[in-house]
């Protein structure tokens, strides 16, 4: 089978989603150094092709501005882990100084950053999504390559999903009597938060429903189409029995999003849409109500819920909104240079050192985590690299929807600090960028 030039590169783009997919969304140093150097390297193999050099040079020079921030930005986290004299750090970072004091040791030389190792990381990954736009914009450039993504994602998602279900009901269903010992309560996949696995079916039911509204042929594309409604089941499912409230409450959104717009905005009626979106809801009720009992269905979308669980220990009892609290008051603390990118878990456990780290990688609340990560300055080079994206935005169904999806885990989840998760908020709202024209 002959391969045209855009499939080879793209199929390699789809290379690195699926690492991504069964490597527990790239969530370790080892694994992001390894999509660094794998996204690097792509990037200057495609640089050897005339035309996509040329779309290279002409985002750069469409975006010079925006790129100019964000390479700013990134200079901002290597100053972060940089080792500086001591008298010198008292200025940038007084509470590391503090910290340093306390412990009464000779050191001569410091970051800002409280766990340079992780910032470090950090920072290689905030270069990955950089290269990743370029990628994007190189070899993404006709309507039928987005296809060509949005049914690479449904298939993926539902050999995520149909692995992730399977494992779930080996431990719930005797008649599948395979010897898998599974202690989870939840569909998780090769992810190991539940929640990070919902996000990522989240895109991939959406890529599947793209796929189904943009095949304009369907007489082509009639097997196809059938196979993306059936991954769209398996996906359904997969995304349900999560139990992630953040992600199923973000399904809800998603169904009656695409609902009102089928119903009230559509010029032309699309019955595959009503359809699904209904065989989905009868999935729901029929087999999660039946079988796991109605309860579970409504408990399922009580986000705030988990909010003010608590850590159950000798000597202090923690919520996770008292954590979200913890680090807002740490913004304060560190406020014009922030603590480094990775560098919470240590700071918890600085403040906490009794406390059981499980509920201490992030403060479950993206955005406040972001902001004392990156201080002041930090955050706002960074707002500063995005803002003409925004400026220049065309909002539209699909941009809409991907910002309510952004809302929601900033404020209530930790997602965003998956490098998948990155990758793929990254990925959409760089493909779906559509302009206007500014006078």
Same mark, same amino acid.
């Given at each position: ?269 699309? #019955?595959?849409?009503?359809? &699904?979106? !209904?065989? $989905? /809801? =009868?999935?729901?009720? *029929?087999? @999660?109500? %039946?079988? +796991? ?105 699909? #941009?809409?929807?991907?910002? &309510?999806? !952004?809302? $929601? /885990? =900033?404020?209530?989840? *930790?997602? @965003?600090? %998956?490098? +998948? ?19």
């Amino acid at each position: 089978m002959h391969l045209s030039k855009n499939k080879k590169y793209q199929y390699t783009f789809f290379l690195l989603i699926f690492i991504y997919s069964i490597f527990n969304g790239g969530n370790s140093p080892l694994l992001i150094q390894i999509n660094f150097l794998f996204i690097s390297f792509f990037f200057i193999f495609c640089l050897k092709d005339k035309n996509y050099n040329s779309h290279f040079k002409y985002f750069i020079k469409e975006n010079k501005i925006s790129i100019n921030f964000y390479i700013l930005f990134l200079f901002y986290l290597l100053f972060q882990i940089l080792p500086l004299p001591i008298e010198i750090l008292k200025f940038f970072s007084s509470e590391k100084y503090i910290y340093l004091i306390n412990l009464s040791s000779d050191f001569k030389y410091s970051s800002i950053s409280l766990a340079p190792t992780s910032s470090f990381f950090q920072l290689l990954n905030f270069c990955s999504m950089l290269i990743l736009i370029f990628i994007l914009k190189m070899i993404f450039y006709r309507e039928r390559h987005k296809n060509r993504l949005s049914l690479f994602l449904s298939f993926i998602g539902f050999l995520s999903s149909l692995i992730a279900t399977f494992l779930f009901l080996s431990e719930n269903i005797e008649i599948l009597n395979f010897k898998i010992n599974n202690t989870s309560s939840a569909s998780t996949g090769f992810f190991v938060n539940r929640t990070v696995f919902s996000v990522f079916l989240l895109f991939c039911l959406i890529s599947s429903l793209d796929y189904l509204g943009n095949s304009r042929n369907i007489r082509d594309n009639f097997l196809t189409c059938v196979y993306v409604r059936l991954f769209i089941i398996f996906i359904a499912i997969a995304l349900i029995t999560t139990f992630s409230r953040i992600g199923n409450f973000l399904l809800l959104v998603t169904l009656l999003y695409y609902m009102i717009d089928e119903i009230f905005f559509k010029k032309k009626k699309n #019955n595959i849409f009503r359809n &699904i979106i !209904l065989l $989905i /809801i =009868l999935i729901d009720i *029929f087999i @999660l109500g %039946i079988y +796991f009992g109605s309860s579970r269905i409504i408990d399922r979308f009580s986000i705030l819920d988990n909010e003010f669980a608590e850590i159950q220990n000798l000597d202090v009892n923690l919520s996770r909104f008292q954590i979200i609290k913890f680090a807002f008051y740490q913004i304060y603390e560190f406020f014009i240079f922030g603590y480094g990118p990775g560098s919470f878990e240590l700071l918890f456990q600085v403040k906490f050192p009794n406390v059981t780290n499980y509920y201490a990688n992030h403060a479950h609340s993206d955005l406040i985590q972001f902001v004392g990560e990156f201080g002041l300055i930090g955050f706002t080079i960074f707002l500063l690299s995005i803002a003409n994206y925004f400026i220049r935005l065309k909002f539209n169904f699909k #941009n809409n929807l991907l910002f &309510i999806y !952004l809302f $929601i /885990i =900033l404020l209530f989840d *930790f997602s @965003l600090h %998956i490098p +998948f998760i990155q990758f793929l908020f990254v990925t959409f709202l760089t493909l779906n960028q559509k302009f206007i024209k500014l006078s």
